[in-house]
């Protein structure tokens, strides 16, 4: 495939933005916190800490149920310290919101700003230069909220464009840079902070044998935030690396009850159904052949040709591919579902491992992992070498969020 160089203004056939240019990923950050737990030996604590070691059987569950994640490591916001100190909000079925709201509602903005003050420094602007904030959580829900905290925190103009999206579910990162797409193409001159952050202190609680999908949550659910800056037409001091060329969103039909999550006096208590890989590896499909549809009438004039039309493309060697890391057995079957080889999922495989699921920041994650080792491989893109790829996120509904990418040369 032709690689389109940072900066190339070309006119394209479809999905043309309105004469602003079409949006790009100018800088990318993340930030963990400090506290790291390593999933071996995270059963044991785990059962500590909620006063659990009686119920032996269902630790062995959950130590099953660890291994099968692959992970190696989660951060959380939340100490030991705070974790010992606070029973009530180790307990199955405590009342504990004020409890939990109040740490979500400190940590959600100040590991939020360390992710934001990376992207910018990575975009290679001023702060004073945003002009729209766009904060995804499902951490939290208060008012003014963490978009208002970051205004402050980062010094940017008090007349800052905000949005603020609660509870959204694992697939708002990819909705918070749809929604990013949307402002700086009709928003001359916008330069856009989209910030995704998570800390799970008001999800997080112990055991209970009548509630399996809890001990799932409880294995694989990490803290991170994930930020980008996304604008159009880049000035000559600006670094273009990832081109949002199309967005869509779709809900897998009959899937309401799969992935359910209530604010109750508790906190957040979700469930999880086993047939979630299913359902969502059965979605992707539909959502990848609708986006490989329009690569091919945006850049046709770049892919083989057959007699009449350009072929597709092939998903392994001319797609690179940003999927949310939402579990091993998901991984698993949506390489299967799409045909990919091993390494194709490598940069979502790493964030599941040093990480877990980091919810709305995770694309993020796999975002800027994946651009760190294009780089390190000295790779012309910052997408593996390739120009096309797909950024594909999922959650409650089953929500199933695809943004097809145009990685640019030169841009790492």
Known sequence: MT??????????????????????IMGIGKALPEHVFEQKSFPDYYFDITDSKHLVDLKARFAKICEKTTTEKRHFYMSDEWLRSNPSATAYKSPSLILRQEITDEGVPRLGVAAARKAIEDWGRHASDITHLVVSTTSSGCLPGADWELVKLLG?????????????????????????????ENNPGARVLVVACEVYALSLRGPSEDHLGNL???????????AVVVGCNPSPDERAMFELVSTSQEIV??????????????????????????HVSGAVGRSVERALQEMIEIGGSHLPMTTTMPLPPDLNDEVFWVVHAGGRQILDRVETALGLTGEKLAA????????GNTRSSCVILVMEEMRRRSKE?????????????????????????TILLRALAGAI
């Not at 990819?174 to 990013?180: G, H, P």
């Not at 979502?348 to 990480?355: E, L, T």
């Open 3 to 24: 690689l389109l160089m940072a900066g190339d203004q070309e006119t394209l056939s479809m999905g043309r933005p309105h004469g602003n240019g079409r949006a790009t």
């Open 156 to 184: 940017l103009p008090l007349s800052t464009k905000r949005l603020m999206m609660y509870q959204a579910g694992c697939h708002s990162g990819c909705s918070a840079i749809r929604v990013s797409k949307d402002l700086a």
């Open 216 to 226: 799932v949550g409880q294995a694989l659910f990490g803290d991170a935030a994930g």
């Open 253 to 278: 039909p009959g899937t309401g009850d799969a992935i359910v999550s209530k604010l109750r006096d508790e906190g957040i208590v979700f469930t999880l159904q086993p047939d979630v890989p299913l």
């Open 348 to 355: 979502s495989r790493h964030v599941m491992r040093q990480y």
């Open 377 to 401: 491989q000295g790779l012309p893109t910052p997408g593996e070498g390739l120009e096309w790829g797909l950024l594909i996120g999922f959650g409650p509904g089953i929500t199933v969020e």
